[in-house]
């Protein structure tokens, strides 16, 4: 299982924080990838790090304000956002699959994922 948390409201130019729990598995064999869904839209990949944390990829959009990384020992994941903005807005949902040790050339496909966790709301906004 993994449980997203985290979210909140934020004006534009803020900073937040995502945890991603994981639980039953074992966490460092697996990549995680960080998704997110905005009202009315399809899901998008954000972001991803292989299951040591030695590669790490980003949305083009995200690049240089969002920092993805993880903790293996307590096995949670992070999403560091810094300079939101309101096209940030979004559900976040972190994921694993478990054939996925590092992030393939597909990561931001929902569909190279198969485990997903209950997402946390982002809302950035004055």
């Known amino acids: 299982q993994l449980q997203a948390s985290g979210g909140g409201l934020m004006q534009p130019g803020g900073s937040l924080r995502l945890s991603c729990a994981a639980y039953g598995f074992l966490f460092d064999d697996y990549a995680i990838g960080w998704f997110r869904q905005a009202p009315g839209q399809e899901r998008e990949g954000v972001s991803c790090?292989?299951?040591?944390?030695?590669?790490?990829y980003y949305k083009d959009s995200v690049k240089g304000r969002f920092t993805v990384s993880r903790d293996n020992a307590k096995n949670t994941a992070y999403l560091q956002m810094n300079s939101l903005k309101p096209e940030d807005t979004a559900v976040y949902y972190c994921?694993?699959?478990?054939?996925?040790?590092?992030?393939?050339?597909?990561?931001?496909?929902?569909?190279?994922?198969?485990?997903w966790g209950q997402g946390t709301l982002v809302t950035v906004s004055s």
């Open positions: 790090i292989s299951s040591k944390g030695g590669s790490t």
């Open positions: 994921t694993t699959d478990h054939l996925l040790v590092v992030c393939g050339s597909d990561w931001s496909e929902p569909s190279e994922f198969e485990y």
